[in-house]
């Protein structure tokens, strides 16, 4: 066999190196963002999708907590799952709480927004006041409306007697009003929050439009909200609902505080019975199990609120 000259093997690796520069230049961009992303995705991989994995391995084994050993079960925690009492009551306590959360704080987000982007003084005093509980930890939170509701010394009770009624609730400890009070503070809570969300929408409408409202016939406040900021808002009104929905089933800290799912589940909510079962009774694969259906309901109510709702919204 002929052995290749030397000038063969130059011209080789000439093309060889022509070629590599070309594609080089071709994707240069493709591979900078590639590098640049790396970190990220690293990230991304370690911290979500790495545990997201491990939980859909766990909630198909009966591994305990702690224990080294441990075997697939294929679905049998998702059928336990259908006949524990916990779970069903949880979710149902979660539902409510979800719905008459996003509801009631939503609107009353929007119409704090409207008045005081309607206000001429003492703008950036309303949004603190309404943002302040906002700022504040949960668990904070938590403690200062133990205080409120408690039944003998509780700021609220005390405030109904002082007015002439014999009066002693204990809204903590009451089945018929545990859920009712901490969507309540629920509401308080995450109010400030979508009003200001509502308010950086409100600023994104531009006044040529109420002016050309107004030409067209609309006088009245009620007639330019409802043609044109109502209209306007779809966009925020669609990220707030699918935002406050998200926080609202991420209710933890006020069950663990105040109530501890009590009394007998009345206020037993999603997170809290996966903590229950992961860190009181080491049961992981059933956590696990409850993981996995927690977040396959965000995901579907979440998917369902913007495929319904984005048909309806006018985008500018």
Same mark, same amino acid.
């Given at each position: 066999m002929a052995e290749k000259t030397p000038e063969l093997c130059t011209a080789h690796v000439d093309g060889f190196a022509r070629k590599a520069h070309i594609w080089l230049s071709a994707n240069s961009e493709a591979l900078t963002a590639y590098v640049l992303s790396a970190p990220a995705t690293f990230l991304i991989f370690l911290m979500i999708l790495g545990p997201a994995g491990a939980v859909v391995v766990i909630c198909m084994s009966d591994w305990e907590f702690g224990s080294s050993t441990f075997s697939f079960v294929g679905t049998e925690n998702f059928r336990a799952? @259908? #006949? #524990?009492r916990v779970f069903w009551k949880s979710l149902t306590n979660t539902l409510i709480y979800v719905a008459v959360v996003v509801l009631v704080s939503v609107v009353l987000g929007l119409v704090a927004a409207v008045m005081i982007e309607s206000c001429t003084?003492?703008?950036?005093?309303?949004?603190?006041? $309404?943002? =302040?509980? +906002?700022?504040?930890? !949960?668990?904070?939170?938590?403690?200062?409306?133990? !205080?409120?509701?408690?039944?003998?010394?509780?700021?609220?009770?005390?405030?109904?007697?002082?007015?002439?009624?014999?009066?002693?609730?204990?809204?903590l400890q009451n089945e018929k009003t545990v859920l009712a009070t901490l969507c309540v503070?629920?509401?308080?809570?995450?109010?400030?929050?979508? !009003?200001?969300?509502?308010?950086?929408?409100?600023?994104?409408?531009p006044n040529d439009l109420y002016e050309a409202a107004e030409v067209d016939g609309a006088d009245s406040a009620w007639d330019r909200f409802n043609t044109?900021?109502?209209? @306007?808002?779809?966009?925020?009104?669609?990220?707030? =609902?699918?935002?406050?929905?998200? /926080?609202?089933?991420?209710?933890? #800290?006020?069950?663990?505080?105040?109530?501890?799912?009590?009394? %007998?589940?009345?206020?037993? +909510? !999603? =997170?809290?019975?996966? $903590? %229950?079962?992961?860190?009181?009774?080491? /049961?992981?694969g059933h956590a696990a199990t409850l993981t996995i259906v927690y977040l396959a309901i965000i995901l579907t109510l979440t998917l369902v609120q913007v495929w319904f709702l984005d048909k309806r919204v006018h985008y500018t």
């Open positions: 799952l @259908l #006949d #524990d003084f003492f703008r950036s005093f309303y949004r603190a006041v $309404y943002f =302040l509980p +906002v700022m504040a930890t !949960m668990a904070a939170i938590a403690v200062a409306w133990q !205080m409120v509701l408690h039944p003998q010394i509780g700021l609220l009770n005390q405030g109904i007697r002082a007015i002439g009624m014999d009066f002693t609730m204990s809204w503070i629920g509401i308080w809570q995450a109010v400030g929050f979508n !009003m200001i969300l509502f308010l950086a929408g409100l600023t994104s409408i044109v900021t109502w209209p @306007l808002l779809g966009p925020t009104s669609i990220f707030v =609902l699918v935002i406050t929905a998200i /926080r609202a089933f991420q209710v933890f #800290d006020t069950v663990a505080v105040l109530t501890r799912g009590g009394p %007998n589940k009345a206020s037993e +909510v !999603m =997170l809290y019975t996966i $903590y %229950n079962e992961a860190f009181v009774f080491f /049961r992981t």
